[in-house]
């Protein structure tokens, strides 16, 4: 991985993500972070944007200059790394996958800090929007998240659906960045012999995807599925929980509904989502 786009709207939230991506930096081999704070000006109590190019002009130098404090923030941490900083008045959800495009980035780092915070920069879109329009591996950092702690174990939730499209080389770069224990967590009704010939071919590729890393294969009920992954990676410690939502299946649905918030916003460990089918 090349470049690291950090999101942030100033919150002490976005502070910890902040701090969380630039202390994974150096495994991950980051060469340049952006800074980057979308903002719209609009008139308030309306949809309408500012007509006033001063008043749009005092935001934009506000930003930056709230950008070059978290950049002072940070930059103890990778003072090695170049750091750029960039404010846009735009929504950001609906640009996101050209900007990351065009900008080569490899990872985006968010925080998660309700209507207050994160959901106030993304003008009341979600991480499970971004996500979705990414289309790079985004890392949702939770509040709570503890910094200078050594990773010890992570967690790859999936429910066997569409395996041909783990991203394999960005699975990889993880795993080969932190080598710690692995835990391939199968999302099914109850541990079943009797599985079909796609769920033994899905089983056996993923065994083959995580032969190199030793990883210990388990279940989860489909059942109350959200509280049976978080429950699942506290027992077992995880400092990382993966996921990669694919277009069909339960993993997918933790992404178009409610249930992505409470993934999201009970997760005391951050949750990186891979996108389906990237390429290296």
């Keep these: 991985m090349k470049t690291m786009l950090i999101l942030t709207d100033f919150s002490e939230n976005a502070f910890r993500a902040a701090e969380y991506g630039a202390q994974i930096a150096d495994p991950l081999h980051i060469q340049r972070i952006i800074l980057y704070h979308a903002y719209q000006t609009v008139v308030m109590g309306t949809d309408l944007p500012v007509s006033s190019t001063k008043e749009s002009q005092q935001i934009y130098l506000e930003g930056m200059e709230n950008l070059a404090l978290v950049q ?9 790394i170049p750091i ?3 404010a846009e008045d735009i929504s950001l959800p609906a640009h996101i996958k050209d900007f990351c495009k065009h900008q080569g980035i490899d990872i985006l780092v968010m925080g998660v800090s309700g209507r207050s915070g994160l959901e106030r920069l993304l003008l009341g879109s979600t991480s499970s929007l971004m ?5 790079v591996p985004v890392l949702v950092v939770p509040k709570d ?17 569409d395996h041909s499209s783990v991203p394999v080389h ?39 995807i995580f032969e190199k890393y030793n990883a210990t294969f388990d279940y989860v009920r489909e059942d109350d599925i959200v509280e049976g992954i978080l429950d699942y990676s506290n027992r077992h410690h995880a400092s990382l929980l993966m996921v990669v939502p694919q277009e069909r299946g339960f993993i997918a649905s933790l992404f178009h509904n ?10 005391n ?7 389906p089918g990237a390429t290296c």
């Design 145 to 161: 998240t503890p910094l200078a702690k050594p990773m010890t174990s992570i967690v790859f939730a999936t429910d066997l659906k």
């Design 269 to 275: 460990i951050p949750l990186l989502s891979l996108p």
């Design 258 to 267: 409610s249930i992505s918030k409470k993934l999201a916003y009970n997760a």
């Design 131 to 135: 996500i979705a329009e990414a289309r």
């Design 170 to 208: 960005q699975l990889y770069e993880f795993l080969d960045a932190f080598p710690v224990d692995v835990q391939v967590l199968n999302i099914a009704k109850e541990k079943d012999e009797k599985y079909d010939v796609e769920t033994k071919e899905a089983i056996t590729n993923l065994h083959n």
């Design 84 to 86: 750029e900083l960039m």
């Design 72 to 80: 002072d923030r940070i930059k103890p941490m990778v003072p090695h």
